[in-house]
């Protein structure tokens, strides 16, 4: 088909707007011409709970679709960027600043982000918003009707990160051991996009069912879950998603994806069959029975793509130690993980028709990509197998836990809670997502400089140089339901670094290791004692020694005054023996903590090498603790030592 240039009323042409998506609206969708060549949508846009600490962050992806006249199919309105982030003629209009971001490539410039433009979280909520739109395409004029929709996404963000518990999880992940039956089974990391090696040899990924190729490898192109990734906040398609990709297809096309009494239950059909209307009996529910190419299909017409099954442990888990048979909410903010009504079909490089996906996106059209599985077959199944299947309940299914479809069953006429939660890759040139290194890898033991004389507890925060992290970032955070709104598991949100923040130092001076912690605070309370002074305002502490000795600590400034609480560790002898100070500066908002641990009493000596870690605890009621910066896993019960970062004594 030639190119022919879309041909514009002159003025602002007012048109047709559906999306809906868990909150998200766009309305008020116009178009005009820019000049020659391209033309402006303007909109308005809004959603609930939007948050942005760095890469961890939502956005809404919002795409349009076009026709001509009423005999003519709809399209995709292919935008103009002239780069990836806030390109020229994008604008924010009224209200919230917003920041754009438009995927380029031979499947990009379908549909864009739309992200808050700096640091917070809040209601969005802009009028007149406006993005570009290419004239010099395969559509004939815009003078007929466009109509916009729009999905909430959550950033996973690249990385490394572990397949498996270690546990028992039916069908998991692990990284092969070669010592024979009953060997443990350790989870597996993936440390790159690059192939991973596959088989029963030593250090290789290996399963416990549903295996992948014995002395193979994943391909370089299978999206591995390394790289960042948009993924929709839910594990479903809305109904009014759903009855808006019917509403554009052309009758032969919709004749194979809707069935009255399948997910016809919720969308309903009216009028004549070349002109059916489609409209949802509850706009921002999940929209049942779709089989898994119903899913496909609705993913490539929105311009995104299937999930992988690495990618979705990916969205669990981030970069954590998992811990085995763990079931953790999403470290990433997605919401109904694992969730008890719905589980989730993945595409498994283990399956044939799986191991060639290449991780390309829809083109806007209701048409899959050649490398995409054409059914279900291709794809294992996560999370809960819904009600009444005990065996493949959430309890046995976890987060690393995977079902074949010949147990589930994955077409429509199997079950009406199955899952679809597509994404999107990160696009590239996207400064906000670059890849953050993991802090501190406990495989590694850093030395810990000997100060040049001996400090009191009060001296810590400011003897010790340079600190050892700064904890300000959503990531640093626990738990993970205190980043974002979660919607099953509701909890009071961190609401940035003047909320709670921390600088942690760590020395040592001949006698004693000095812990020493500079908390930004905007409101200092803690009416706890005893083995409660956690639940408030505090740091709590982990220290291994080389002969495995846990110790655990909590130091808070109370209203009672200074407290320091030994919750674990060889005897007495250290909480007789440390020394802890606590100051709060009310005008700077800060509360600076100092503990000197004897050498002798921790079971230390020069050049030993021992674990550490640290929560600050931030409770700024009497309802307690809220959440805490915590420079590593492990420091929650269960705790785990092994994964606490690594250090030396060193004299120099």
Avoid at 322 to 330: A, E, M, Q, V
Avoid at 415 to 431: E, I, K, M, N, T
Wanted: aromatic share 10%; with cysteine.
């Amino acid at each position: 088909m030639h190119k022919t240039i879309l041909m514009l009323v002159l003025g602002t042409m007012l048109v047709t707007a559906m999306a809906r998506a868990d909150g998200l609206k766009v309305e008020n969708v116009s178009v005009a011409p820019r000049d020659g060549k391209t033309a402006l949508v303007t909109f308005d846009v809004a959603w609930s709970n939007a948050y942005r600490f760095g890469r961890f962050h939502d956005a809404a992806w919002i795409f349009f679709k076009v026709r001509t006249d009423e005999k003519s199919g709809w399209q995709p309105l292919r935008l103009l960027a002239d780069r990836v982030v806030n390109p020229a003629g994008y604008s924010s209009g009224e209200g919230t600043p917003l920041e754009f971001v438009v995927p380029s490539g031979a499947d990009g410039f379908v549909g864009m982000f739309v992200r808050l433009a700096k640091d917070g979280r809040g209601e969005v909520a802009a009028r007149k918003v406006t993005a570009v739109v290419d004239l010099n395409t395969e559509h004939r004029t815009l003078n007929t009707s466009l109509r916009a929709f729009g999905i909430e996404m959550a950033y996973v963000g690249e990385g490394p990160f572990f397949l498996g518990s270690g546990g028992t999880e039916l069908n998991s992940f692990y990284a092969y051991t070669d010592d024979g039956e009953g060997a443990p089974t350790p989870p597996y990391r993936v440390t790159s996009a690059g192939p991973i090696p596959t088989g029963r040899q030593k250090g290789k990924l290996w399963a416990r069912g549903i295996a992948p190729v014995d002395m193979g490898e994943i391909p370089a192109a299978f999206p591995n879950g390394y790289a960042g990734f948009y993924t929709m906040k839910m594990p479903y398609f809305t109904q009014a998603m759903v009855a808006g990709f019917l509403n554009t297809l052309t009758a032969a096309q919709a004749k194979g994806r809707w069935y009255p009494n399948y997910q016809g239950v919720a969308i309903k059909r009216v009028g004549e069959a070349s002109n059916h209307v489609y409209t949802a009996s509850a706009p921002e529910e999940s929209c049942p029975w779709l089989s898994w190419t119903d899913g496909a299909l609705v993913a490539a017409w929105a311009g995104l793509r299937p999930m992988t099954e690495l990618e979705f442990e990916k969205a669990v888990r981030g970069a954590d130690y998992p811990s085995p048979n763990d079931i953790g909410l999403s470290y990433w903010g997605l919401s109904d993980i694992n969730g008890s009504d719905t589980y989730e079909r993945l595409v498994s490089f283990c399956k044939p028709a799986g191991v060639t996906f290449a991780g390309s996106h829809g083109r806007g059209l209701p048409e899959l990509p050649a490398d995409w599985p054409k059914d279900y077959n291709a794809t294992v199944f996560k999370g809960a197998y819904g009600k009444g299947f005990a065996y493949y309940s959430r309890k046995h299914q976890l987060t690393a836990g995977r079902m074949n479809e010949l147990v589930v069953g994955g077409d429509r006429h199997d079950q009406p809670f199955a899952g679809w939660r597509a994404v999107r890759s990160g696009p590239q040139g996207d400064a906000l997502t670059a890849n953050v290194p993991v802090r501190f890898d406990a495989s590694l033991v850093r030395p810990l400089a000997r100060l040049g004389g001996v400090l009191q507890a009060s001296q810590v925060s400011t003897g010790c140089g340079k600190p050892l992290a700064i904890l300000d970032t959503a990531e640093d955070m626990s738990p993970v339901n205190s980043r974002c709104i979660i919607k099953s598991q509701p909890h009071a949100l961190w609401q940035g670094p003047a909320d709670a923040s921390a600088k942690v130092f760590l020395g040592w001076d001949g006698e004693a290791v000095c812990v020493g912690v500079e908390a930004t605070d905007d409101c200092h309370l803690n009416t706890q004692t005893g083995d409660s002074i956690w639940n408030g305002d505090a740091i709590q502490l982990g220290l291994i020694t080389p002969k495995g000795t846990h110790w655990n600590l909590a130091l808070a400034l109370t209203t009672n005054g200074v407290a320091l609480h030994q919750f674990a560790g060889e005897s007495d002898a250290l909480l007789k023996t440390a020394d802890g100070s606590v100051t709060r500066d009310e005008t700077a908002k800060t509360t600076r903590y100092g503990l000197r641990l004897p050498l002798a009493a921790l079971g230390l000596k020069a050049g030993d090498t021992f674990g550490f870690n640290v929560m600050v605890c931030d409770g700024d009621d009497e309802k307690g603790m809220r959440c805490g910066p915590t420079l590593a896993p492990g420091l929650s019960w269960p705790f785990r030592p092994e994964l606490y970062p690594r250090f030396v004594l060193a004299e120099k």
